[in-house]
C-alpha cells in the first residue's frame, strides 16, 4: 500500500548507494565527499524518524511499512559500517559485533512474524540512535579531541548493540515459553 510514511522507507533505500556513492568518492577520504556523504546519512536517519512518526500518528501503517523499515535500517547501518571498515576508518571488529546483532535481531523478528510484528523497544531506539551518532561523527572527517568523542560514543553504541541484543533474545525466549505454556 502506497503511502508517504512507505514513500519515505523507499527514499532511505535510494539513498543508501548514494551515500556509498559520496563515501567512496576520490580516495574515500576528500573532505567535501565525506561532509556531502554525512548529509546524505542524516537525511536518510531523519527520514527513518519521519516515517514512523507519520505511520504512527496519520494511521499509515501497513505490512509493507512494518518489513521494509527495518531492512531499510539495517541497509543504511550496515552499508555505513562495512564502508568505514573498508577505508580503514572503523574496526571491523566494531563492524562485526553490530551486524551480527542486526541480522540476528531481524532473522528472529522474521521468524516470530506470523504472531505479528515486534515493535522495537526504547533500548532498541536508544540503541539506534546512538549507532546513528556514532557512525555519523565517523562519516565525518575528524581528528583530535572531535575524534576521541566519536570512539567514546561508538563505544557507547557497541555495548548498547550488545545489551539490547541480549535483552532482545532473552525476551523472545521468554515469549515462547509462555505461549507453548500456555497451550
Known amino acids: 500500500m ?6 519515505l522507507t523507499g527514499v532511505r533505500f535510494v539513498l543508501v548507494p548514494v551515500f556509498l556513492l559520496a563515501l567512496f568518492a576520490g580516495d574515500g577520504h576528500e573532505t567535501a565527499w565525506r561532509v556531502t556523504a554525512f548529509v546524505v546519512f542524516v537525511t536518510a536517519v ?26 531499510a535500517d539495517k541497509a543504511l547501518i550496515g552499508a555505513a559500517l562495512i564502508g568505514l571498515s573498508m577505508l580503514g576508518d572503523l574496526p571491523w571488529w566494531v563492524t562485526a559485533v553490530i551486524l551480527v546483532r542486526e541480522l540476528g535481531v531481524t532473522a528472529l523478528r522474521f521468524v516470530v512474524l506470523r504472531r505479528g510484528v515486534i515493535p522495537a523497544s526504547r533500548g532498541g531506539k536508544l540503541k539506534t540512535l546512538v549507532q546513528a551518532v556514532a557512525i555519523g561523527l565517523f562519516v565525518l572527517p ?3 579531541a572531535w575524534l576521541t568523542g566519536a570512539w567514546v560514543i ?9 545489551l539490547t ?6 525476551s523472545a525466549r521468554r515469549d515462547a515459553r509462555g505461549r507453548s505454556a500456555g497451550h
Open 2 to 7: 502506497a503511502n508517504l510514511a512507505n514513500a
Open 46 to 71: 531523519v527520514t527513518d524518524h519521519l516515517d514512523g512518526a507519520l505511520a504512527r500518528s496519520y494511521g499509515m501503517v501497513t505490512e509493507f511499512g512494518a518489513l521494509a523499515d527495518p531492512l
Open 142 to 144: 575528524l581528528s583530535g
Open 154 to 162: 561508538m563505544l557507547v553504541a557497541v555495548v548498547l548493540t550488545v
Open 165 to 170: 541484543g541480549v535483552d532482545y533474545f532473552v
